[in-house]
């Protein structure tokens, strides 16, 4: 089952411009991260925000979290041609009284120089 | 510290072979998992761990096992390989479960780059 959906699932811009993904989840969270891959290589984190904060920066990144609608942003300013990669939130599932990490379809960014 | 290290990076097999993806981190991290990535799937989980000799099962489990005798290795065993068990598959490994707020650490995941498996 999909805790987290991405959304757009894929996204063109121009150098330059900024990026905006979303993520969308089902069941209460205590925290949310995001996650980036560049093509046939692993994910690498990017940033964790937990669920009594509603905005939180790095570097170029902006991620936001709106507990009440389920949902979180990740914007990336300024985008540059190495920002092309694929973008994943994950959130953490009780299953049966274990925590598991499940990550979303992810959104595939490609930054046009 | 090399992180997590994943081999082979790929592997061909037949349908019905069976084999073992190696799995090992240097970070002294308790958790440590399997996922498999597959187009338009996202990345499923398999089978995780949090500490030596204690392993559970994730989302699709089935086909695969998986132990942990050290704290630092973590092999995922394909027994009967099939065809649909083509993709790719990552190691993960994290300093603890993702309770950020209890222990102050951020849960982050560190993965390996990658096994790519083709069963034919």
């Known amino acids: 089952s999909q805790q987290g959906e991405e959304d757009p699932q894929a996204l063109s811009i121009q150098e330059g411009e900024n990026a905006t993904m979303n993520c969308s989840y089902k069941?209460?969270?205590?925290?949310l991260q995001w996650y980036r891959q560049n093509s046939g290589r692993g994910l690498v984190h990017l940033i964790l925000?937990?669920?009594?904060?509603r905005e939180k920066h790095s570097g170029r990144l902006r991620v936001t979290l709106d507990t009440s609608k389920k949902s979180s942003s990740l914007l990336i300013t300024a985008s540059r041609a190495a920002d092309t990669a694929s973008y994943f939130c994950?959130?953490?599932?009780?299953?049966?009284?274990?925590?598991?990490?499940?990550f979303g379809q992810g959104t595939r960014l490609t930054i046009n120089p | 510290n090399a992180g997590v290290t994943q081999t082979p990076k790929f592997q061909v097999l037949k349908t019905g072979q069976s084999m073992t993806l190696q799995c090992a981190q240097d970070?002294?991290?308790?958790?440590m998992s399997w996922y498999r990535q597959d187009p338009g799937m996202g990345l499923r989980l398999i089978h995780y761990?949090?500490?030596?000799?204690?392993?559970d099962q994730g989302e699709v489990p089935n086909g695969y096992n998986v132990s942990r005798s050290t704290t630092e290795d973590f092999p995922l065993r394909l027994l009967s390989a099939a065809p649909s068990q083509t993709s790719v598959y990552f190691c993960?490994?994290?300093?603890?479960?993702?309770?950020?707020?209890?222990?102050?650490?951020?849960?982050?995941?560190?993965f390996g780059e990658g096994s790519r498996l083709t069963v034919l």
């Open positions: 761990s949090v500490g030596a000799g204690i392993t």
């Open positions: 970070m002294n991290h308790e958790y």
């Open positions: 925000i937990r669920s009594n904060e």
């Open positions: 994950a959130t953490v599932l009780i299953i049966q009284g274990a925590q598991k990490l499940v």
């Open positions: 993960a490994s994290s300093y603890s479960m993702f309770t950020a707020f209890l222990d102050g650490n951020t849960g982050e995941l560190f």
């Open positions: 069941t209460s969270i205590n925290n």
